[in-house]
């Protein structure tokens, strides 16, 4: 009876470790948890929606009471786990192996279970019964050993035992070295350059300020097509208020730390500077705003962790994958539904962000033709990108941008410039603000081109008939004229916009004593 009772044992130690050798060694489940006298093991791999929690244990089943604790025992482990995670559901599986079935009626207990949001399968290994929930397992995770392999005697158990060991341990040890490859340092780098830039904008008149946001490089439009091509790059390291610096800086550290220990110092550089042009480049596609920021190049960091999750998923979405999946979407729904934020920027990054780290894979290792894939896809939608944006010019532009442009001309003297950037935006088929209009016609003053002056103030009031400065404009144009009667029209015009302004008052009182 000894001897008979030893071969039991055997077999079912035989069996739980073939299982556990099936689940961690060849469907990569991570163990979670191992008891201590080593009869409870619980694995995790998230990839498996089916499966994605599984409890494997050895027990001597008596009675089918003792099925049923055991069932509600799983069913509390994984609705804390599932907590834990933070998943919405949790879809478990329950392995027990045991020398015998229970005694009495237990079959209502092997029927799929629910607590809370943890649904939980059970299936039940015994010596004599292997083929019927293999075939069950089967249908979850294919394929399963072969029904030879659960029988063998005690040193195979202790080569299974032993293998699933070992495995775990140099698992652990690569995946150390996975997430610990290289030393931040640009992420610091980056950090301080983005607070030393924000210091000297605010030394030379404010973040904020559109003059200092283009002396310092921020993406302007009609620069760029101008030829000033480093606007695609400087924008990721100026912030638009100290608000914005502080959320990015935050961003950037967090993100950049990860990324830069994953992919080391050099990938993260070209991933960070890579993914910094791609936004830029997209937003200049699609907004003709003036914009600034590291948001294009950190959404880029999101980039490179998309394709660690691509190419390792099952890694990706044991460690950070659902966190880094939500992160992303909350930040892009912002984008679309906040007004002020460059979502074109963002994608442009990610997008960048993705095929950056396709170019250059992970460190020390090498896959030639699917790099060079990435590599083709990238430098061809650079190219495309940049071709039709430089051949459509002013469809990236936008009145506020000319006008910016136009004032800064105007400022150093230089109105023929002013009038050349003006007309040409409105002959290319842009459409111009009341201030495009008023600008041409302030130059036209100043040249004696009166007729066409007029029609263009008229054109800026027809636009804003609140802009006091054309309704002026036009009542000294009317009093050079002769147009009395139109001139003090322009000039009421002008007082009931802007009541407090001295000179149209002094004008009003000029036209009516005349």
């Given at each position: 009876?000894?001897?008979?009772?030893?071969?039991?044992?055997?077999?079912?130690?035989?069996?739980?470790?073939?299982?556990?050798?099936?689940?961690?060694?060849?469907?990569?489940?991570?163990?979670?948890?191992?008891?201590?006298?080593?009869?409870?093991?619980?694995?995790?791999?998230?990839?498996?929606?089916?499966?994605?929690?599984?409890?494997?244990?050895?027990?001597?089943?008596?009675?089918?009471?003792?099925?049923?604790?055991?069932?509600?025992?799983?069913?509390?482990?994984?609705?804390?786990?599932?907590?834990?995670?933070?998943?919405?559901?949790?879809?478990?599986?329950?392995?027990?192996?045991?020398?015998?079935?229970?005694?009495?009626?237990?079959?209502?207990?092997?029927?799929?279970?629910?607590?809370?949001?943890?649904?939980?399968?059970?299936?039940?290994?015994?010596?004599?019964?292997?083929?019927?929930?293999?075939?069950?397992?089967?249908?979850?995770?294919?394929?399963?050993?072969?029904?030879?392999?659960?029988?063998?005697?005690?040193?195979?158990?202790?080569?299974?035992?032993?293998?699933?060991?070992?495995?775990?341990?140099?698992?652990?040890?690569?995946?150390?070295?996975?997430?610990?490859?290289?030393?931040?340092?640009?992420?610091?780098?980056?950090t301080a350059v983005n607070i030393i830039m924000f210091l000297l904008m605010t030394l030379a008149g404010?973040?904020?300020?559109?003059?200092?946001?283009?002396?310092?490089?921020?993406?302007?439009?009609?620069?760029?097509?101008?030829?000033?091509?480093?606007?695609?790059?400087?924008?990721?390291?100026?912030?638009?208020?100290?608000?914005?610096?502080?959320?990015?800086?935050?961003?950037?550290?967090?993100?950049?730390?990860?990324?830069?220990?994953?992919?080391?110092?050099?990938?993260?550089?070209?991933?960070?500077?890579?993914?910094?042009?791609?936004?830029?480049?997209?937003?200049?596609?699609?907004?003709?705003?003036?914009?600034?920021?590291?948001?294009?190049?950190?959404?880029?960091?999101?980039?490179?962790?998309?394709?660690?999750?691509?190419?390792?998923?099952?890694?990706?979405?044991?460690?950070?994958?659902?966190?880094?999946?939500?992160?992303?979407?909350?930040?892009?729904?912002?984008?679309?539904?906040?007004?002020?934020?460059?979502?074109?920027?963002?994608?442009?990054?990610?997008?960048?962000?993705?095929?950056?780290?396709?170019?250059?894979?992970?460190?020390?290792?090498?896959?030639?033709l699917q790099q060079m894939a990435f590599s083709a896809v990238a430098l061809a939608s650079v190219g495309?990108?940049?071709?039709f944006g430089f051949q459509h010019g002013y469809a990236a532009v936008d009145a506020q941008s000319i006008?910016?442009?136009?004032?800064?001309?105007?400022?150093?003297?230089?109105?023929?410039?002013?009038?050349?950037?003006?007309?040409?935006?409105?002959?290319?088929?842009?459409?111009?603000?009341?201030?495009?209009?008023?600008?041409?016609?302030?130059?036209?003053?100043?040249?004696?081109?009166?007729?066409?002056?007029?029609?263009?103030?008229?054109?800026?009031?027809?636009?804003?008939?609140?802009?006091?400065?054309?309704?002026?404009?036009?009542?000294?144009?009317?009093?050079?004229?002769?147009?009395?009667?139109?001139?003090?029209?322009?000039?009421?015009?002008?007082?009931?916009?802007?009541?407090?302004?001295?000179?149209?008052?002094?004008?009003?009182?000029?036209?009516?004593?005349?």
């Amino acid at each position: 009876m000894d001897e008979s009772s030893d071969e039991m044992t055997t077999q079912i130690d035989v069996i739980f470790w073939r299982l556990a050798y099936f689940l961690v060694v060849e469907q990569e489940y991570t163990l979670v948890r191992l008891s201590q006298d080593r009869s409870e093991i619980l694995l995790e791999n998230r990839s498996i929606k089916e499966a994605a929690i599984i409890r494997l244990s050895r027990q001597n089943l008596g009675w089918a009471a003792g099925l049923r604790r055991d069932i509600e025992k799983t069913l509390w482990i994984g609705e804390r786990l599932r907590k834990q995670i933070g998943t919405r559901k949790l879809t478990m599986l329950n392995i027990i192996v045991s020398p015998n079935k229970p005694v009495d009626e237990f079959s209502q207990f092997i029927r799929p279970a629910e607590s809370g949001k943890t649904k939980a399968s059970t299936l039940l290994f015994t010596e004599d019964e292997v083929t019927g929930p293999l075939q069950e397992l089967e249908a979850i995770l294919s394929p399963v050993p072969e029904l030879r392999d659960f029988d063998g005697a005690e040193d195979e158990a202790t080569a299974y035992e032993r293998a699933v060991l070992s495995h775990e341990v140099k698992r652990k040890e690569e995946e150390k070295r996975f997430f610990h490859y290289g030393k931040p340092f640009f992420t610091y780098a980056f950090t301080a350059v983005n607070i030393i830039m924000f210091l000297l904008m605010t030394l030379a008149g404010g973040s904020t300020n559109t003059e200092v946001l283009i002396q310092f490089g921020a993406k302007f439009n009609l620069l760029i097509l101008e030829g000033e091509w480093w606007r695609f790059v400087t924008p990721i390291f100026l912030h638009i208020g100290l608000l914005h610096l502080l959320m990015n800086s935050l961003a950037l550290y967090y993100l950049g730390i990860a990324v830069e220990q994953i992919y080391g110092r050099l990938r993260f550089l070209w991933i960070y500077l890579f993914s910094g042009f791609t936004g830029s480049l997209l937003s200049f596609l699609l907004t003709p705003n003036l914009s600034a920021g590291a948001s294009g190049a950190i959404f880029g960091l999101f980039g490179a962790l998309l394709y660690f999750g691509v190419t390792k998923p099952k890694l990706f979405f044991r460690t950070m994958g659902m966190n880094v999946l939500g992160v992303i979407g909350i930040n892009l729904v912002f984008g679309f539904t906040i007004p002020g934020i460059d979502n074109a920027g963002h994608i442009g990054g990610l997008i960048g962000g993705f095929l950056a780290t396709g170019i250059v894979h992970f460190p020390k290792k090498r896959r030639r033709l699917q790099q060079m894939a990435f590599s083709a896809v990238a430098l061809a939608s650079v190219g495309a990108g940049l071709f039709f944006g430089f051949q459509h010019g002013y469809a990236a532009v936008d009145a506020q941008s000319i006008n910016i442009r136009a004032a800064e001309e105007l400022d150093a003297g230089n109105e023929q410039e002013a009038e050349r950037i003006l007309s040409n935006f409105i002959k290319n088929d842009g459409k111009p603000s009341a201030e495009t209009y008023f600008y041409l016609g302030f130059i036209e003053v100043g040249d004696g081109r009166l007729t066409q002056a007029e029609k263009h103030f008229k054109q800026a009031v027809a636009l804003r008939n609140d802009f006091h400065e054309a309704h002026y404009n036009l009542a000294l144009i009317y009093s050079e004229q002769g147009s009395r009667n139109e001139a003090a029209k322009s000039a009421a015009a002008a007082m009931k916009y802007a009541p407090d302004e001295q000179v149209y008052k002094d004008l009003a009182g000029k036209l009516t004593n005349e």
